[in-house]
């Protein structure tokens, strides 16, 4: 059974930073794709970032140069750097990963990152 623990959301003013963690365990196979979804109150689930293990990685238009995604492979872990956050990044953040970019994904319990003054 593969588990996704995440951790380092919480509350941040605007043009403040985060650091989000995800580390999983439990898995037989590799998994290749890892990262982020995020869902606002009365929004659909969307995705943040992702990474593979080779590296490539891909952003939400909306998160570009602000948010960096990365990933240590010997832990399994992949982590979100949030720069410059804006209020409508507001969101419970969702660990993800699966073995291949088309498998049905684990997900983590999420994380609340919230951004206001």
């Known amino acids: 059974q593969v588990q996704l623990v995440e951790s380092g959301g919480g509350l941040v003013q605007p043009g403040g930073s985060l650091r989000l963690s995800c580390a999983a365990s439990?898995?037989?196979?590799?998994?290749?794709?890892m990262g982020w979804y995020r869902q606002a109150p009365g929004k659909e689930r969307e995705l943040v970032a992702g990474i593979l293990r080779s590296g490539i990685t891909n952003y939400e238009n909306s998160v570009k140069g602000r948010f960096t995604i990365s990933r240590d492979n010997a832990k399994d872990t992949v982590y979100l750097q949030m720069n410059s956050l804006k209020p409508e990044d507001t969101a419970v953040y969702f660990c993800y990963a699966r073995i291949i970019v088309t498998a049905t994904p684990y997900w983590g319990r999420g994380t609340q990152v919230t951004v206001s003054s």
């Open positions: 439990g898995s037989m196979f590799s998994l290749n794709d």
